[in-house]
């Protein structure tokens, strides 16, 4: 029995019943009964079921499961994404495109019969909280319960979705298959201009919950676009200050450079004791839409997390740690068998004994890690993109304004990336054009841990390069035409470097909770109550600004000199690299670049003098 009468979903719901043959369709409510017998039965799966989970211990991790995908499906593939618009030009430099009509005759025959003997699972869901203005309703259809239960965590899933609905034909179609998991025809696939994602042989969490980067990134991107709002792959937080004034900031960061822990910010003993607090909103997405009183405001569409668990411990992130503790999903990462709970690398240093790492294998966990694998490294009990799927509910410093239909009022937009030597701690844009542009140039060099040279430039504007879900250069138009909109009601535009290396490659700012200090400047230029100083790039810290009380022995004025030097060698070369980047790698490939960013450009360059 359907969950709602519109006519617009019953008709699309039909027509891939059809094109599927499941043996069975089940409507998802959202209620606990339901979900407690689809847990049920996907944990009395035998052994083996490559879709079964599992329970863990129900004493120490409460509610939480456990699954492992195949080998070969533990990431999202990039080369497998597509973003299908009529023109290659729509879909720009950044996507890989094909033709709309091409790919569904493409996927069609791998779809047809894929669920027959199987069931269908019917997901309503609301990205945002149920009612808001900057919500938006999406429908998947599945045939993993897997799906269903990351996708009650990480949305507003059931049957209020549908309610909020209506008769409106405003919903993301989502259709995916687990098939035969065969990377070979792995496809996550966005076509913007219908307002629909088919996923097929994959069953791992990115590329099957498709709510996450292929809607509330690629698709919600385009929409935005056309109505005049922002789909930003941003964490949002707030600043409680001592006065109890909440001031909201986002950032966009490439992946490794410290998202989730700037959204979950534990600030340093000083602030803590001075009465300030940081609340999160969100860690990884953020829409963002004019208000009634024409200043910016935010939601995040998603009610979870999905978090890479790797590294993530009680010192490094203690709230995304706590937010795990229950009614969490568990995927690829090691089980302690003895006491039936999970570990992974950088949770702590004592590997259990007795282990079952992440592809099955019962092992000795301690010898397991002080092996030497054929690639010259240790080996891993968890697999290095291993993830928890967590409600943000669990998390210790979610803001009260979480649910808050209208959003939360943005204050300042941060970029960042990892450079070891030409940006500053920090810097503010001269006006939204500017920082357009700053955010254009996102980028970061290498480290260690990638494949490939150490130190290589990439390129990730406004961190959302694997995600714009159109061409990029009409992304950086709409930016513009965003700020045109806000005018002097648009929140200040900062960067952030938290990398930056002395000469034998250490860093000198020591980063996590410490960095509540670079915030608090920066909401200190929102409110114009501290001043700045004025270099080529943009305004600057003055002397003394940063506040470094508790840690003068780490960050000496020496070492402050050395965060926030400009060198203008350096930014020359910069701008011969951005010149390089906007000509060869998105205008020569169908980029269509605002002269506006052109002219930034030439400004930035004749600031930093010939």
């Not at 069931?119 to 993993?144: C, Q, R």
């Not at 592809?359 to 054929?374: D, F, L, R």
Request: a negative charge; aromatic letters at 10%.
């Amino acid at each position: 029995m359907s969950l709602t009468n519109n006519a617009n979903v019953l008709k699309w719901v039909d027509e891939m019943v059809a094109l599927c043959n499941p043996d069975k369709v089940v409507w998802i409510d959202g209620s606990k009964e339901q979900l407690d017998e689809l847990t049920a039965q996907v944990t009395s799966l035998p052994d083996g079921d490559p879709n079964k989970m599992y329970y863990l211990n129900q004493d120490k991790l409460p509610g939480c499961l456990y699954h492992r995908t195949a080998v070969n499906d533990v990431a999202r593939v990039e080369d497998r994404t597509f973003i299908c618009t009529k023109t290659k030009e729509d879909a720009g430099p950044t996507n890989n495109w094909c033709d709309p009509e091409e790919m569904y005759a493409k996927l069609r025959p791998m779809y047809k019969d894929v669920m027959k003997g199987q069931t269908m699972y019917i997901i309503p869901y609301s990205m945002g909280p149920i009612g808001s203005p900057l919500a938006k309703v999406g429908v998947e259809l599945t045939d993993s319960i897997y799906v269903v239960l990351n996708m009650n965590i990480m949305t507003r899933m059931g049957k209020a979705a549908f309610d909020m609905l209506g008769d409106s034909n405003d919903f993301v179609r989502g259709l995916h298959s687990k098939a035969n998991v065969d990377p070979e025809n792995r496809y996550i696939v966005q076509f913007p201009e219908d307002n629909t994602i088919w996923s097929i042989n994959s069953a791992y969490g990115g590329n099957v919950i498709l709510s996450k980067k292929c809607f509330a990134l690629r698709i919600a991107s385009f929409q935005g676009k056309n109505e005049g709002w922002m789909a930003e792959h941003m964490l949002i937080l707030g600043v409680q200050k001592p006065d109890g004034e909440t001031k909201y900031v986002c950032a966009a960061f490439p992946s490794a450079c410290g998202k989730t822990n700037l959204a979950m910010l534990i600030p340093p003993e000083g602030y803590l004791k001075d009465g300030y607090k940081v609340f999160t909103v969100g860690d990884d997405i953020a829409w963002l839409k004019p208000g009634k009183d024409g200043r910016l405001y935010a939601i995040n569409p998603e009610n979870g997390f999905f978090g890479v668990a790797p590294g993530t411990n009680a010192k490094s992130n203690f709230n995304a740690l706590a937010s795990t503790m229950k009614n969490a999903i568990f995927t690829n990462v090691a089980l302690n068998n003895a006491e039936n709970t999970v570990w992974w690398e950088g949770l702590d240093k004592n590997p259990p004994e007795d282990a079952t790492e992440w592809t099955g294998i019962k092992t000795n966990g301690k010898e397991w890690t002080s092996e030497i694998g054929a690639d010259g490294k240790n080996k891993k009990l968890a697999h290095p993109n291993s993830r928890f799927t967590a409600p943000a509910v669990n998390c210790p410093c979610i803001s009260p304004e979480f649910d808050n239909p209208e959003g939360v009022p943005v204050s300042a937009i941060v970029f960042g990336g990892r450079r070891a030597s030409t940006t500053p701690l920090v810097y503010q844009s001269f006006d939204w054009t500017h920082g357009t542009y700053v955010g254009s140039a996102v980028s970061s060099e290498t480290t260690a841990a990638a494949a490939g040279a150490v130190g290589v430039l990439r390129h990730d504007p406004m961190a959302m390069k694997p995600f714009i879900g159109y061409n990029v250069g009409d992304y950086w138009a709409h930016w513009l035409e965003m700020g045109e909109k806000l005018g002097d009601k648009a929140p200040k535009i900062f960067n952030v470097n938290w990398f930056k290396q002395d000469e034998n490659g250490n860093f000198i700012w020591p980063g996590f909770g410490d960095n509540m200090r670079v915030l608090d400047w920066i909401i200190k230029r929102c409110e114009g109550t501290v001043d700045a100083e004025e270099t080529a790039i943009g305004y600057l810290p003055k002397k003394g600004d940063i506040n470094v009380s508790g840690i003068e022995d780490e960050v000496t004025p020496e070492i402050m000199d050395k965060l926030l030097n400009v060198d203008t060698d350096l930014w020359k070369k910069e701008i011969v690299e951005m010149r390089r980047y906007y000509n060869d790698d998105i205008a020569a490939k169908g980029g269509k670049i605002p002269a506006a960013l052109y002219e930034e450009l030439d400004k930035l360059e004749a600031r930093l003098g010939k």
